[in-house]
Nanobody, 124 residues
Framework: QVQLVESGGGLVQAGGSLRLSCAASGLAFRNYAIGWFRQAPGKEREFVAHISSSGGSTYYADSVKGRFTISRDNVRNTVYLQMNSLKPEDTAVYYC?????????????????WGQGTQVTVSS
């Protein structure tokens, strides 16, 4: 079955960087667009970034544009989220998910298989 495993989270000071990875198995990875979402305590899960199946198109939430970069390696079946200039408000559990449609990609309903998440904590 489809499995997504996130890694790379941790504790970092404000202004620092982290690179998250999302390793996929059980699917024809090169055929799937992938999204990153995050969920802070007491808040709804929100869209962070999305990358098309080929990697040719990327989309970002306004809150992370210019600081985060999504990329993918279709040989290693992995999507990355490079996070720079981190802020305390970036603190959340970060999830990756496979997209099942190419529109409304900011909506949770555009995704089905989800990973278990990786915790990112940014201290001030």
């Amino acid at each position: 079955q489809v499995q997504l495993v996130e890694s790379g989270g941790g504790l970092v000071q404000a202004g620092g960087s982290l690179r998250l990875s999302c390793a996929a198995s059980g699917l024809a990875f090169r055929n799937y667009a992938i999204g990153w979402f995050r969920q802070a305590p007491g808040k709804e899960r929100e869209f962070v970034a999305h990358i098309s199946s080929s990697g040719g198109s990327t989309y970002y939430a306004d809150s992370v544009k210019g600081r985060f970069t999504i990329s993918r390696d279709n040989v290693r079946n992995t999507v990355y989220l490079q996070m720079n200039s981190l802020k305390p408000e970036d603190t959340a559990v970060y999830y990756c998910a496979t997209a099942i449609r190419s529109w409304d990609i900011y909506d949770l309903k555009a995704y089905d298989a989800w990973g278990q998440g990786t915790q990112v904590t940014v201290s001030s």
